[in-house]
C-alpha cells in the first residue's frame, strides 16, 4: 500500500468506527486502537500535506486559530413552528389541515430537542457547511465547530443520497456533560450555564474549535427541506438518511390518526425524564410529503407541522428554612431547604433562590407552602407561593446581615445583585475555597492536593492561606492522617512546580472576584506584570479588552486590602510568576497603539503571521469592531456582517498590500 492508499484506508476506517461508537453506540475497536489509529493518520498526513481532507477524521478535534463567522444565506429559510398546550389545539390544527386537503391524514411525532437549530449541506457525500439558523434568513457559517461533533457524519455512507442536499438537526448537550461543564465552571469562577440549551448554543459560537470539541456536544438530525425529496414521505425520509449515517434515534412513531398523536404525548411526558438529552415538547409532522407540498407555509411557519409543549412539572412543599452558602469570594447564596417532594422523576430537597431579591419578589415567609418547578434548569426554583395555606403569624424571610460562617456585617454594592462576606482574610469557608481554587487544574494545577488534602492541612492549622503553602515541608506532612512519605513528597514537588507557571494562570490563581482565566490573559496581554496591574487605576483597566466597570473595581479593590499584598509579596519571594515572559523584540512602532481587526484570507501570509506582525509593530489584536477600532486589515471574503458594521462606524478598510507598505515591507 503506498501512504496515500494507506491514508485513504485509514479514513475510511476511522468513520466507520466514529459512527459505530458515537452513533450506534457499538464500539469495533478499542479506545487504544481507535487512537493510535487516528495519530498514524495525523502523523501520515502531516508528511502529506497535499492531501489535505476538510473532513478527514483527524479535522473532529478543532483547531485553535480563531475564527469569525461568516454571515451566510440559507438555502432555504429556517422558519419556527407554531406551538400548542393542549389536546384542544392540536384537534384545531388537524382542522386547519382538513379544510385544504379533505382526506385521512397520518402524522409522524418526534421529540422537541431543547437545543440549537443547525442546517447541514452535504455534496457528493461530504459535509461542506454548517450554518446556524440566525434570524431564519441569514445565519452563521460555524461549519468549523460542527466537525468536532462526533455524532455528525463527515463522510456519509451507502450511495443513494442525493447529490447535493440539506439536512436540519439539532446540536444538544446531553445532561451528563451538562453538569460536569457547570461544575468545571463553578470551580474557574466562570458563571455557570443557565440550562443545556445555553450551553448547546454557547458552545457551537465558540471561536477556537479545539476547545468546542472538548464540550462534547451531540446532534439528533430532523428533517430534509428539498423541492426533491429523496422519498414520499417524512418517515422514509428518516429512515433513508440514518442508512446514510446520520444520528436519528428510534424515538419517532408515524400515527395514524391524531388520537395515535395523543397518546405519543402522554406517554413522552412521563418517558423524558429518563432520556439522557432535554427535550421540551413533541413536534407532529404530516408524513406525506405530497400533502406537505399542498399545506405550505404561511409566513412564519410550515402548515404542515407543529409543536406541542409539555407543560413544566410543578409540585407543592413546605419550606423549612433557608440556608445560606458563602461562595470563595464571599458571595452568600439563599439555598431554601424544602420538605421532600416528587418532581420530574428526581426527588427535590433543596432550590436555589439566589439572591435576596429572588426571596423578596417571592414574598416569602416562614412554613410557607410553595410550587417548585423543573423548568429547561436542573437546578429545581421555588416559581409562587400558595399563600392561603399560610399561617397568619408567618414572619417574612429576612436576608442575613452578617456572614453565617465568620459573622462579618455582609455588604451589597450598587449594581450587585449579591451580598457578600467582605471578610476575605479570615472566614473559614472563603480562605478553604480560595487554597482550593489556587491548586485547581486550571489555575496552578499542583499535583497531590486536593479538596481533601486542603481540608486536613488547614485543621491542623499548617495552612491558613494560599502563601502558607510554600512553608510546607515533606516533615509536616508525612505525619498526618492518611499521607506518608511518597505522598508528602509528591505534594512538595507539586508546589515546587507551579513556580514555573505563566504569570496570567498565578494571576487567576489569586481568585480576584470576576477575574476568570479569560480575563486573567486579557489583562496580562496589556498589563505584564502585578506591579503595574497593582497602581493601574479605573480607566487603564476599562480601556483592557472584556474588561468593564465591574472588573476593573473588584481588581482595585483586591490591592488595597494589605493582606493581599502580604501574600503578593510571599508568593512572590517563594518565586512564583508575576510577569509575563518577553514577548519577541519589536521591529518597529510603525503601527503603536493602533488597535486592528484581522477579517478574511490573506495571499502572502497566515492570518496567524499577520497578527504576529501587527504586534512586532506595536500594534494590538482586537476581536470585535467597534469605534474605537484603528482599521481593518481586510484580506480576501470578508464576512458581509463585518462590511456592514465597518461601513457603519466609519473604519477603515486596508488592503493586505496597504498593510505591507505600512509596516515598511
Ligand atoms: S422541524 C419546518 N423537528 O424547534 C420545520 N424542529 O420551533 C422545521 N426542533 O427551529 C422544524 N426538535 O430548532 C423540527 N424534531 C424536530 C425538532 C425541531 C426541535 C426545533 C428546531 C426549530 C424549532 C421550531
Known amino acids: 500500500m503506498t501512504e496515500e492508499e494507506k491514508i485513504i484506508d485509514l479514513r475510511k476506517k476511522l468513520h466507520d468506527y466514529n459512527y459505530k461508537y458515537y452513533v450506534l453506540s457499538e464500539p469495533a475497536v478499542s479506545d487504544y486502537d481507535f487512537d493510535m489509529l487516528l495519530k498514524q493518520l495525523s502523523e501520515l498526513e502531516q508528511k502529506h500535506p497535499e492531501l489535505y481532507d476538510p473532513n478527514s477524521p483527524s479535522q473532529r478535534v478543532g483547531s485553535d486559530i480563531n475564527q469569525e463567522f461568516e454571515q451566510v444565506e440559507h438555502r432555504y429559510q429556517m422558519l419556527s413552528l407554531g406551538n400548542t398546550y393542549s389536546q384542544e389545539e392540536l384537534l384545531d390544527f388537524e382542522n386547519r389541515i382538513k379544510k385544504i386537503i379533505d382526506q385521512d391524514v ?15 449541506t452535504y455534496n457528493n457525500g461530504k459535509l461542506t457547511r454548517a450554518v446556524t439558523r ?11 465547530n460542527v466537525k468536532t461533533i462526533k455524532t455528525i457524519p463527515l463522510e456519509l455512507q451507502g450511495d443513494d443520497y442525493p447529490a447535493e442536499f440539506e439536512i436540519r438537526g439539532e446540536i444538544l448537550m446531553p445532561f451528563s456533560v451538562f453538569e460536569q461543564l457547570n461544575q468545571k465552571r463553578i470551580e474557574n469562577d466562570e458563571t455557570p450555564f443557565a440550562n443545556p440549551r445555553n450551553a448547546a448554543s454557547g458552545s457551537l459560537k465558540m471561536q477556537n474549535s479545539s476547545l468546542v470539541a472538548k464540550r462534547n456536544l451531540d446532534c439528533y438530525l430532523y428533517y430534509i427541506p428539498s423541492e426533491n425529496s429523496p422519498s414520499d414521505s417524512h418517515e422514509k425520509n428518516l429512515a433513508l438518511a440514518k442508512t446514510w449515517g446520520f444520528n436519528i434515534p428510534n424515538h419517532y412513531k408515524k400515527c395514524e390518526n391524531i388520537n395515535e398523536v395523543f ?15 432535554p427535550i421540551d415538547g413533541i413536534v407532529v409532522k404530516v408524513d406525506s410529503i405530497d400533502l406537505q407540498n399542498q399545506l405550505g407555509y404561511t409566513s412564519k411557519s410550515p402548515r404542515w407541522a407543529i409543536s406541542y409543549k409539555f407543560k413544566a412539572e410543578s409540585a407543592e412543599t413546605k419550606l423549612i428554612g433557608v440556608d445560606y452558602q458563602v461562595g470563595r469570594t464571599g458571595s452568600i447564596t439563599p439555598v431554601a431547604n424544602l420538605e421532600p417532594v416528587q418532581l420530574a422523576g428526581t426527588i427535590v430537597k433543596r432550590a436555589s433562590l439566589h439572591n435576596s431579591d429572588i426571596i423578596e419578589k417571592l414574598d416569602l415567609h416562614e412554613n410557607d407552602y410553595v410550587y417548585v418547578e423543573k423548568g429547561g434548569e436542573i437546578i429545581p426554583k421555588i416559581t409562587v407561593v400558595n399563600k392561603e395555606k399560610r399561617a397568619d403569624e408567618a414572619k417574612p424571610i429576612q436576608f442575613i446581615s452578617n456572614c453565617p460562617e465568620c459573622g462579618s456585617e455582609l455588604v451589597r454594592s450598587e449594581g450587585e445583585a449579591n451580598h457578600y462576606c467582605m471578610n476575605q482574610v479570615n472566614c473559614p469557608p472563603q480562605i478553604k475555597a480560595k487554597i482550593e481554587h489556587f491548586i485547581s487544574r486550571k489555575a496552578l494545577n499542583i499535583d497531590g492536593l486536593g479538596g481533601e488534602t486542603i481540608d486536613l492541612l488547614f485543621q491542623n492549622k499548617l495552612i491558613s492561606n494560599i502563601a502558607d503553602l510554600y512553608k510546607l515541608r515533606v516533615d509536616d506532612i508525612k505525619p498526618l492522617d492518611r499521607m506518608g512519605e511518597k505522598s508528602a513528597k509528591n505534594i512538595i514537588s507539586g508546589i515546587e512546580a507551579s513556580k514555573n507557571i505563566s504569570y496570567d494562570r498565578v494571576l487567576f490563581s489569586l481568585g480576584i472576584r470576576h477575574v476568570g482565566n479569560t480575563v486573567a490573559k486579557k489583562i496580562c496581554e496589556s498589563i505584564a506584570n502585578i506591579d503595574e496591574l497593582i497602581v493601574a487605576d479605573f480607566e487603564k483597566l476599562i480601556e483592557i479588552d472584556e474588561i468593564g466597570d465591574k472588573i476593573a473595581k473588584s481588581i482595585i479593590a483586591y490591592f488595597l486590602v494589605p493582606e493581599n499584598m502580604q501574600l503578593i509579596n510571599r508568593l512572590r519571594e517563594a518565586g512564583l510568576q508575576f510577569q509575563m515572559e518577553e514577548k519577541a523584540e519589536a521591529v518597529s512602532d510603525f503601527l503603536n497603539g493602533k488597535k486592528i481587526v484581522i477579517s478574511g484570507s490573506f495571499e502572502k501570509y497566515s492570518r496567524d503571521e499577520y497578527k504576529a506582525k501587527i504586534e512586532e509593530n506595536g500594534g494590538k489584536n482586537v476581536s470585535s469592531i467597534s469605534k474605537n477600532t484603528s482599521f481593518i486589515l481586510a484580506g480576501d471574503k470578508i464576512g458581509p456582517s463585518k462590511m456592514q458594521k465597518a461601513e457603519k462606524l466609519g473604519v477603515e478598510l486596508v488592503s493586505e498590500q496597504e498593510f505591507l507598505k505600512m509596516i515598511g515591507e
Do not use: F, H, Q, R
Open 263 to 277: 397518546d405519543y404525548i402522554s406517554y413522552w411526558d412521563k418517558a423524558k425524564n429518563d432520556l439522557p438529552i
Open 106 to 120: 397520518s402524522y409522524v411525532c418526534e421529540l422537541k430537542y431543547d437545543g440549537s437549530s443547525i442546517s447541514l
Open 134 to 144: 440566525g434570524d431564519g434568513t441569514m445565519g452563521d457559517d460555524v461549519t468549523a
